[in-house]
């Protein structure tokens, strides 16, 4: 079974108007707002029940208003509430907000699916797509991950086991995600809302990057038919993060000042630098 949805937004607001204001309002001031970190070169930030999070420069209005909708708060506002995706999106174009990043991901339940498959014919190149960088992460229990291009360009793909990161041992689950940002996020979220055919954006995509789907073992992903928009998939991204800077941060800082020739501490740092390496390939 396939499902296609959008698994991240993020928009611009150039400056504070009525507009962004009733965007806000709408769509990102849920519950009771509390504080938190802001990234990006903004200096203050606020994050909403559903975990939407909004980011601004006291001291610089030119730096506008920052919208994120993270995987996860994106699941919350359309289960929490009458809002549905294409209300979203049309409701970022006509407030004026500038996309700057929009995911598209399909999901594959019920199907095995062969990962090794896929990534040696992406890697001998049989799709014949424009993307010439693949690289794979095998971990645990059948965690397998493989990513699409380069991180820095506009468009980016990954394709992993959902069921094992999200510990379903006994589940069949694949994912297909696209990241787009600037232009391409712009020309995805146009289509998105005029088109209204959320899987035949994702082929184009994605078919744009590998070429022919029965060639590169991915003829599952693209099959005829209607594909129905579903919810962002559930994330323990939030508990993780708290978790390690809660406690895996500060372990291991105190563990590196005690031992700063700590062996395990190296090899930490060698994993994290690997995978940034395989990610901008």
């Known amino acids: 079974m396939l499902t296609v949805t959008i ?25 009771n707002p509390q504080n938190t970190s802001p990234r990006f070169g903004y200096s203050s930030a606020r ?18 208003h920052h919208f994120i909708f993270s995987g996860s708060a994106l699941r919350n506002l359309f289960t929490n509430t009458p809002i549905q995706p294409l209300t979203l999106l049309r409701a970022c174009i006509d407030a004026g907000g500038n996309i700057s990043r929009l995911d598209l991901a399909k999901d594959l339940t019920e199907e095995a699916f062969d990962y090794e498959a896929v990534y040696q014919s992406l890697k001998q190149g049989n799709g014949g797509g424009n993307t010439r960088n693949f690289s794979k992460v095998e971990s645990g229990e059948n965690g397998y991950t493989i990513y699409m291009g380069s991180r820095q360009s506009e468009r980016f793909a990954r394709l992993y086991n959902m069921a094992a990161q999200g510990s379903l041992p006994n589940a069949l689950w694949a994912r297909f995600e696209v990241e787009t940002k600037g232009v391409a996020a712009r020309a995805v979220a146009t289509s998105l809302v005029h088109s209204r055919d959320w899987s035949g954006t994702f082929d184009g995509v994605v078919l744009g990057m590998v070429g022919n789907a029965k060639k590169a073992q991915l003829e599952q992903f693209f099959t005829s038919g209607t594909v129905p928009v579903g919810l962002p998939k559930i994330e323990k991204q939030t508990d993780r993060e708290r978790w390690i800077e809660g406690q895996v941060i500060p372990a291991v800082a105190r563990h590196y000042i005690d031992n700063p020739n700590s062996e395990a501490i190296a090899r930490l740092i060698a994993t994290l630098n690997l995978i940034d390496r395989q990610r901008g390939e």
């Open 7 to 31: 698994d991240w937004l993020a928009i611009n607001f150039r400056s504070w108007v009525y507009e962004t204001g009733e965007f806000e309002r709408t769509y990102a001031s849920f519950g």
């Open 47 to 64: 994050v909403d029940d559903n975990g939407t999070v909004t980011m601004w420069n006291d001291d610089r209005d030119d730096m506008g």
